[in-house]
């Protein structure tokens, strides 16, 4: 990985440092760019716009690695409140969720996240939409399939996130590549140990090549997390080659990044769908974004020197 991106990561779980971002009046115009913002309001704005656009929305409540029961109560809180707001807004059947089992107690009490996750899969059912499992870093992915599992039973079409530098991921996706799932395919944004992930750039894609190949090839419904132009363009191929019709799989981009992109592949009739964070919790979902792209830090780095 680059020492740029490990250093950034590196960051992203340093006390000092989140504190001196949060307090500087700056770092909120810089945040804005990323996240939609800080209430529900703000979430279902920012969806409406996007939704009026031709895009459709995922939604992620902000917030990670809670370590106690009542943090995990009020995110759950929160994705219901959400939900029923968007549904108010007849907004719901262009937005699903995201959600990460760690922000509702994965890293204390698997079972409690199940229950968590529970909820606010049958609120997403009753306001006719779905939920899709982010992945964070590999210590957490064995436990989020098995809560997936368990979570299909009763709600089929819950779908979750696979990063393509995992070693183990093309498994993965031929395991979930079956009628009915749903997968979201990306790179991964965690610093992950050469033991379980692919190191080099080229490696990376390269597997994600492949795990594309497969998702397109099975029956499920594969979700395409990606602003890479090379990949896009590859899976628009593959997509022709699997006989793929717009509609039976879809792109999806983040927030702030690439619009202009995520705008044309909707006119050329694709299905893209923009992930869009919302909350007070931004720190670490702003650090991975910039560790990404030495171009938004340089971007970070102007606003917070006022120019
Ligand atoms: P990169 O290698 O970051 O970028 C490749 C190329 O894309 C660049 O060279 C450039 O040409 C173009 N590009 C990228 N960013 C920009 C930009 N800002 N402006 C212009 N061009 C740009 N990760 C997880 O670990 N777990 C998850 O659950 C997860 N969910 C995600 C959901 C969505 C919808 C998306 C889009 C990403 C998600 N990610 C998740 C993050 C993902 O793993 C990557 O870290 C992130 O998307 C960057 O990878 P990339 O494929 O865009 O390629």
């Given at each position: 990985m680059n020492p740029l991106r490990t250093l950034i990561l590196a960051?992203?779980?340093?006390?000092?440092?989140?504190?001196?971002?949060?307090?500087?009046?700056?770092?909120?115009?810089?945040?804005?760019?990323?996240?939609?913002?800080?209430?529900?309001?703000d979430a279902v704005r920012a969806t409406g716009e996007l939704v009026g656009e031709g895009l459709a929305v995922t939604l992620d409540y902000l917030g990670e690695h809670t370590t106690d029961r009542a943090l995990a109560e009020e995110t759950v809180r929160s994705y219901l409140q959400l939900l029923d707001a968007l549904h108010a807004a007849a907004l719901s059947d262009r937005a699903e969720v995201s959600l990460k089992l760690s922000a509702v107690g994965q890293e204390f009490d698997e079972k409690l996240a199940l229950d968590n996750a529970s909820r606010v899969c049958a609120a997403a059912e009753q306001c006719g939409?779905?939920?899709?499992?982010?992945?964070?870093?590999?210590?957490?992915?064995e436990s989020t399939l098995r809560v997936l599992a368990e979570l299909r039973r009763t709600w089929p079409s819950v779908g979750v996130a696979l990063q393509a530098y995992l070693r183990r991921t093309l498994d993965d996706c031929r395991e979930l590549a079956t009628a009915g799932s749903r997968v979201r395919l990306c790179k991964g944004?965690?610093?992950?140990?050469?033991?379980?992930?692919?190191?080099?750039?080229?490696?990376?894609?390269?597997?994600?090549?492949?795990?594309a190949n497969v998702l397109l090839a099975g029956a499920g419904y594969p979700m395409f997390a990606t602003h890479?132009?090379?990949?896009?363009?590859?899976?628009?191929?593959?997509?022709?080659?699997?006989?793929?019709?717009?509609?039976?799989?879809?792109?999806?981009?983040?927030?702030?990044?690439?619009?202009?992109?995520?705008?044309?592949?909707?006119?050329?009739?694709?299905?893209?769908?923009?992930?869009?964070?919302?909350?007070?919790?931004?720190y670490g979902y702003l650090m991975r974004r910039l560790a990404e792209r030495p171009a938004n830090m340089a971007f970070f780095l102007r606003a917070v020197a006022g120019r």
């Open positions: 960051a992203a779980d340093n006390a000092t440092v989140k504190q001196v971002l949060a307090t500087a009046p700056v770092s909120r115009a810089v945040v804005r760019r990323f996240v939609a913002g800080e209430t529900t309001p939409t779905t939920v899709t499992l982010d992945m964070e870093d590999h210590n957490t992915t944004a965690y610093a992950e140990p050469e033991a379980v992930a692919y190191f080099g750039r080229h490696e990376v894609d390269r597997n994600f090549v492949r795990c890479d132009p090379v990949l896009i363009r590859i899976i628009a191929e593959r997509a022709r080659w699997y006989d793929r019709r717009p509609g039976s799989f879809e792109y999806q981009m983040l927030y702030g990044v690439r619009p202009e992109e995520q705008r044309r592949l909707s006119l050329s009739g694709h299905t893209v769908r923009v992930y869009v964070p919302y909350g007070v919790q931004w």
